[in-house]
T-cell receptor
């Protein structure tokens, strides 16, 4: 599982409230990613980080912000949650050695009422 | 616009059948193509293919990258019920970004 945890694993919130999801890794990987997964859309990249305080936008970044103040933690914030942000959110780390691929956390199911 | 398209969207086969899943891509600065298997949880990595390594095999699964046609196939021979899952294709482009297709849902019946 590449030492990735996500918290919370499930959350129900109301429209307009702020929400922060946390991704934590234990293996000192430089690259971390946030995706959302919705039926019929596969995984869509929200934001990613290539180092502490270094982040970049993905294809569906509107309405989301991220922060990375230390290597092991990558936070995803919904400043004012909307029902369209109801989704399953996956965090991933990118392992540069060997396969240069991504390994995913267990996911967070977020419901915005 | 960058995109990754998988086909078919879904597939139903019987145990023992051979299946071929397709992935085509159109992205800037292609770096690699990856296949993942997703059961009722997070995706798990299967293969990575690059321009320098265009065919991979692991047991009953194999994958080929066609650089000319900008596509890849994932073959599964002698399918088993445990192969039932969503298979995702992803492309790494512009150095650090990954673009995923919408997946092929495979259902293997006993």
């Amino acid at each position: 599982d590449a030492g990735i945890t996500q918290s919370p694993r499930h959350k129900v919130t109301e429209t307009g409230t702020p929400v922060t999801l946390r991704c934590h890794q234990t293996e000192n990987h430089r690259y971390m990613y946030w995706y959302r997964q919705d039926p019929g859309h596969g995984l869509r990249l929200i934001h990613y980080s290539y180092g502490v305080k270094d982040t970049d936008k993905g294809e569906v970044s509107d309405g989301y912000s991220v922060s990375r103040s230390k290597t092991e933690d990558f936070l995803l914030t919904l400043e004012s949650a909307t029902s369209s942000q109801t989704s399953v959110y996956f965090c991933a780390i990118r392992e540069l050695a060997d396969t240069d691929t991504q390994y995913f956390g267990p996911g967070t199911r977020l419901t915005v009422l | 616009e960058d995109k990754v398209v998988q086909s078919p969207l879904s597939l139903v086969v019987h145990e023992g059948d051979t299946v071929t899943l397709n992935c085509s891509y159109e992205v800037t600065n292609f770096r690699s193509l990856l296949w993942y298997k997703q059961e009722k949880k997070a995706p798990t990595f299967l293969f990575m293919l690059t321009s320098s390594g265009i065919e991979k095999k692991s047991g009953r699964l194999s994958s080929i990258l066609d650089k000319k046609e900008l596509s890849s196939i994932l073959n599964i021979t002698a399918t088993q019920t445990g192969d039932s899952a969503i298979y995702l294709c992803a492309v790494r482009y512009n150095f650090n970004k990954f673009y995923f297709g919408s997946g092929t849902k495979l259902n293997v019946k006993p």
